[in-house]
């Protein structure tokens, strides 16, 4: 059931969000009022890092129009000592990043919230908050966290015995890696540094509340999981699962960011003590100073390699900034940096490291760019000192079947090499380029590779065939990149029946079953394959009420464009029954049809990826802008092009700003400085070229219809293939990022 | 919430009046585009808006008998694009007050918000300065004129007395072989600010510069008048002698701040080299004139 002829698996239907999207229509996170609905707004620490001493709040509370103040008293703590896991966040980090504790851990850390009956009364209560801080002193910077006089985030938090600012390492090996050294012709060993960067959805993060007088509470909010947002909510609050509804709403992007919360509980607390409905809105100046980012990262990378190109041994050292609380992505760095290269002798260790500023969450492959930054630099540098073209040294060293991987499991199918002589073919690697082609202006090209996890997970669904004969499935993850779309795609193919009569719809917490986080690019893979379980019941069902009707046996019938017929002259001859028909007769025959199937999915395969970029420099400004781009992916299976190809080109996006403009200004004083899209440079339109993307599709053995995850590898390899096309033009190499306009500029004045 | 009085007066007396009398606490609005953005971060609270663009002369442009053109203070981009003439005499003038924003900001923003905003990184101020435009201000004591680059007094400040406003810009007539042209450099391709910008208005008779203003952005607290780049570049042939002095003027004359949006040490190297690309650009476009 699954190929190249097929209708609508790989067709690029309208997407079922669009026509919502284009109008206003779609419904977002701030778009739900209530009626008698109060405003909720956050007072925030003015300081970097500061002990709370106390906070009074008897000032704000008496104001008229206020209806109730919350502090960390109102939220459930979770002791010092003890994990609480919820996924892979740990509910201590999280009790104390929604509302600071024992200290405010950096400029912005909510210190308090207040809802009054418009945001302007709350916003002028919240400036009637007395809070009394003791002013410590704060570190922004990797580089002066680690330092051994450093002021201590926390001072609990010991390392190799002594009060640190590291919160936590991971550690993989293979092999010996001296003796892997010893053996190299050629070692190469380079530190890097990358900036922290924020997803930039559109979005801000918003939500609305309602705690019932019977103690049961709704939340319309938009996140990468209403499941997630319904469980932190209840381990923040103490209020049952049961009693919590959580309602997404359409999403204006998250890119890992949204799969965490932080005003929900806040919300609901403020909802309870006022007995109102509470809405609170962020502005883009809180989501740049207390949500997200990406971590910054300080790396070392070497790589040992023979005279033909064949890598010996690999060394990371990856320190990431993990914020004001632990938790930065090192399986990122640590577990992908090497993961795509069959290397005999590895050692990967990474660093997680506090300091006063907004703790991380997850962006596209979270830890996995800044890694790849680094190791895929360093091999483009042996590769230039070797004399071998870049994509031959990495074709030489891919991994393949039965390889074990540096982070567990035994590799099946390795399709690396695919991504790489797609590179290698295609006309842009080919092309000539003119590397001088004006006075003041250079040329360069550049190649990098990237490899990403990929997951499945818990994930629920229901198919249910209406009563007119068409088809509703409801999911339990948010659509954040066209997951809608492809399950009509694959539910449509499976039945047999126009696209348009099958309608996916996204379902709350207390109506679908558990569905995990959308994030990983697992739920396409996931809920691709629950809807094709859950299908493939239905049309099980489907033959059974046809069977029943012709009084034959329900092996005797076959499901084809969308009828169940006779399955062959010996089950005798019927004419054959439509979906419509069989929907009509349901009652008759046995009851309503439809299925819902909730599966743990596991056989994700990893994603592999490798880019191709021209960069032209003007070496007097230096502005670095990227001429062409051509991006390289084994998608698996393309359940909807378009998507997929978006997803790519998304990915790369992205990853320019990462590589040329995006950074995090701090004062003197710890606080950002540039919390607005004006000054903190995501790429604009005019900014990137049309992104070519290139979907190879070597199916997924695995699943259903053969998909791999699409999200997050793309996102890996541009940051290197950008510096290696710089250092192409320039002839010299860029170790820290961003490669901004001063920074290049000042590079090029230090040779003259 | 305070309330906001908003009057749209049809006179400049009547707008003069309600401005004197709100006595600092009114501000004038002509497309918004700074002001309501100012207004939602809370920077400023005014309690009156005076909106000038019922006013018939804020908005019109015109050709004045002797070869000078005045455009209203008010007038939108996108209107003085649409004009046959203006962008022929005076294309840096205009590519510099088009490059303000995006196409929806276009449809409103003005060369006289602008210049009367006070930031030293507004793209029209170089060009208007570079070109020698002379503003119109009308207050309470009568009407004045004064040159573009006296009108900026610092960041967010003008020379203004309190109740004055910003009625035209008058262009000088254009000579023969004359150009002007507008560069600024920003990181991104659009929807930026300035990190250093320049205008750069030439007059050549026989290959030879006869006249030359230079206006330079965001390198000091107020647009910059470049006198010694103007002198650099009269009597030359832009050859890279001159360019280079004129360059090197220009980064004489820089005094700008480390922040956000630039080094000092890239902003005075910017202000170097966007002059001598910009004199190119002028000097090309006075050859076609
Ligand atoms: C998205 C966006 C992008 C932008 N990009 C740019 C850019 O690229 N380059 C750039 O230079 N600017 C940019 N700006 C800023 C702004 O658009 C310009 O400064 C614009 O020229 C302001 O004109 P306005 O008519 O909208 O002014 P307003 O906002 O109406 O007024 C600005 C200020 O001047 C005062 N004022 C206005 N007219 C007069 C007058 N005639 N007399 C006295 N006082 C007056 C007002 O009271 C106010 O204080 C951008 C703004 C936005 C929102």
Redesign the interface.
């Known amino acids: 059931m699954n190929d190249m002829t097929n209708k609508w698996i790989g067709a690029r239907t309208i997407r079922p969000d669009g026509a919502d999207k284009v109008t206003g229509r779609a419904q977002y996170s701030a778009d739900t009022t209530m009626p008698g609905m109060i405003w909720g707004k956050l007072l925030r620490s003015p300081h970097a890092h500061a002990r709370i001493r106390s906070i009074d709040t008897s000032k704000a509370e008496a104001l008229p129009g206020v209806k109730a103040v919350v502090t960390q008293k109102d939220i459930v703590e979770f002791a010092l000592d003890k994990s609480v896991m919820l996924g892979i966040q740990d509910m201590r980090w999280m009790c104390r990043n929604v509302m600071a504790r024992e200290k405010a851990l950096f400029h912005g850390h909510p210190i308090a919230a207040v809802a009054a009956i418009?945001e302007?009364v709350a916003a002028h209560a919240c400036s009637l908050i007395e809070v009394d801080y003791e002013v410590l002193p704060h570190v922004i910077e990797i580089e002066d966290a680690i330092k051994p006089d450093a002021p201590i985030l926390h001072e609990w938090n010991q390392f190799e015995g002594k009060p640190s600012n590291i919160a936590g390492t991971m550690v993989l090996k293979a092999g010996d890696i001296e003796k892997g050294f010893a053996e190299a012709d050629i070692v190469v060993e380079r530190t890097f540094t990358t900036r922290p960067v924020h997803q930039g959805y559109i979005e801000p993060h918003a939500c609305t509340v309602s705690y019932a007088a019977d103690g049961r509470v709704t939340i319309w909010s938009s996140s990468q999981g209403q499941f997630m947002v319904r469980a932190m909510t209840s381990l923040l609050t103490g209020i049952p699962q049961s009693n919590i509804r959580a309602i997404p709403a359409e999403i204006g992007g998250g890119f890992g960011a949204k799969t965490i919360i932080y005003l929900e509980p806040v919300a609901v607390m403020l909802s309870k003590k006022s007995g109102r409905p509470v809405k609170m809105v962020m502005t883009r100046e809180e989501v740049q100073r207390a949500t997200g980012p990406a971590p910054g990262s300080l790396s070392t990378v070497k790589i040992g390699a023979k005279k033909d190109g064949t890598i010996v041994a690999a060394q990371g050292t990856f320190y990431l900034q993990a914020g004001g609380l632990p938790g930065s992505p090192l399986r990122g760095p640590v577990g992908c940096s090497f993961a795509a290269y069959a290397i005999p002798n590895v050692l990967s260790v990474g660093y997680d490291v506090v300091s006063n500023r907004s703790k991380v969450a997850a962006y596209r492959a979270p830890g996995a760019p800044h890694g790849a930054f680094a190791a895929e630099c360093v091999i483009d540098e042996i590769a230039q000192a070797l004399g071998l073209d870049p994509l031959d040294m990495r074709l030489k060293n891919s991994a393949k079947a039965g390889d074990k991987a540096i982070y567990g499991p035994t590799f099946g199918a390795v399709t690396f090499k695919e991504t790489i002589e797609a590179i290698k073919h295609h006309p842009h690697y080919r092309a000539p380029l003119d590397k001088a082609p004006r006075p003041g202006v250079k040329r360069g090209r550049g190649v990098a590779s990237g490899f990403w996890y990929n997951a499945g997970g818990e994930s629920s669904v229901q198919v249910n065939i209406t009563e007119d004969g068409n088809v509703v499935v409801t999911t339990g993850h948010p659509d954040v990149g066209g997951s809608r779309a492809s399950i009509a795609n694959v539910v449509a193919e499976l039945i047999g029946v126009d696209h348009a009569r099958v309608n996916v719809m996204i379902g709350d917490t207390q109506t679908i079953g558990f569905s995990n986080l959308t994030g990983g690019s697992r739920v396409t893979f996931a809920s691709a394959m629950v809807a094709t379980a859950a299908t493939e019941k239905v049309i099980g069902q489907l033959k059974e009420r046809a069977a029943k009707i012709w009084g034959i046996e329900a092996e005797a019938v076959k499901w084809e464009d969308g009828m169940a017929l006779p399955a062959g002259d010996n089950a005798g001859k019927f004419p054959p029954l439509s979906l419509k028909e069989l929907a009509a007769k349901a009652n008759e025959m046995g009851g309503p049809i439809g299925n819902q199937t909730q599966l743990n999915t596991t056989g994700a395969d990893p994603g592999y990826a490798t880019h191709c970029v021209d960069v032209e420099v003007d070496v007097?400004?230096?502005?670095v802008?990227v001429l062409r781009y051509t991006a390289a992916q084994d998608v698996g299976r393309a359940l909807h092009p378009g998507y997929v190809e978006g997803q790519i080109q998304g990915g790369v996006v992205q990853g320019i700003g990462w590589a040329l403009?995006e950074e995090y200004?701090y004062d003197a004083k710890g606080r950002v400085?540039?919390a607005s899209f004006?000054?903190y440079?995501m790429?604009?339109c005019?900014?990137v070229p049309m992104i070519e993307p290139i979907m190879i599709e070597i199916p997924n053995p695995k699943h259903p219809q053969g998909v791999r995850g699409v999200g997050e590898a793309p996102i890996v390899p541009p940051l290197a293939a950008i510096a290696n096309a710089v250092h192409d033009a320039l002839g010299k190499r860029f170790y820290a990022l961003p490669m901004?306009?001063?920074r290049v500029?000042?590079r090029m004045?230090e040779a003259n | 919430?305070t309330d906001i009085r908003y009057v749209a007066p049809s006179t400049l007396e009547e707008a003069v009046g309600a401005f004197a009398a709100a006595s600092g606490a009114a501000r004038i609005l002509a497309g918004g585009t700074d002001l309501l953005v100012q207004m939602r971060n809370g920077v400023v609270k005014p309690g009156t808006i005076i909106d000038i663009k019922k006013i018939a002369e804020m908005t019109a442009i015109e050709e004045l008998p002797d070869g000078r053109i005045r455009i209203g203070a008010a007038v939108p981009g996108v209107v003085l694009a649409e004009h046959p003439r203006f962008g022929k005499a005076w294309p840096g003038v205009l590519e510099a007050i088009n490059l303000i924003g995006s196409k929806q900001v276009q449809g409103r923003a003005s060369p006289g918000g602008n210049l009367c905003n006070g930031s030293p990184a507004g793209d029209s101020v170089p060009a208007m300065i570079a070109a020698g435009a002379v503003v119109t201000v009308q207050g309470p004591g009568g009407r004045r004129e004064m040159p573009v680059e006296a009108v900026p007094a610092g960041p967010g400040r003008t020379n203004l007395a309190p109740g004055e406003i910003v009625v035209a810009f008058t262009l000088p007539a254009r000579p023969k072989g004359s150009g002007d042209a507008y560069l600024r450099?920003i990181?991104?391709?659009?929807?930026?600010?300035a990190?250093v910008g320049c205008g750069v208005s030439l007059t050549m008779a026989g290959g030879v510069v006869t006249a030359a203003r230079v206006g330079l952005g965001a390198v000091a607290p107020t647009v910059l008048l470049v006198e010694d780049a103007a002198k650099a570049l009269i009597g030359s042939r832009l050859d890279d002698a001159a360019l280079e002095a004129a360059a090197a003027a220009c980064r004489a004359a820089c005094k700008p701040i480390n922040d956000?949006?630039?080094?000092i040490?890239?902003r005075i190297?910017?202000a170097g080299?966007l002059l001598k690309r910009t004199a190119a650009i002028a000097a090309a476009r006075a050859g076609g004139n």
């Open positions: 418009s302007e007097d400004l230096g502005i802008r403009s200004l400085d540039n004006l000054d440079r790429p604009v005019s900014d901004s306009p001063p500029s000042a004045d | 919430m450099m990181p991104r391709t659009e929807m930026d600010i990190v956000k949006r630039g080094t040490a890239y190297k910017v080299v």
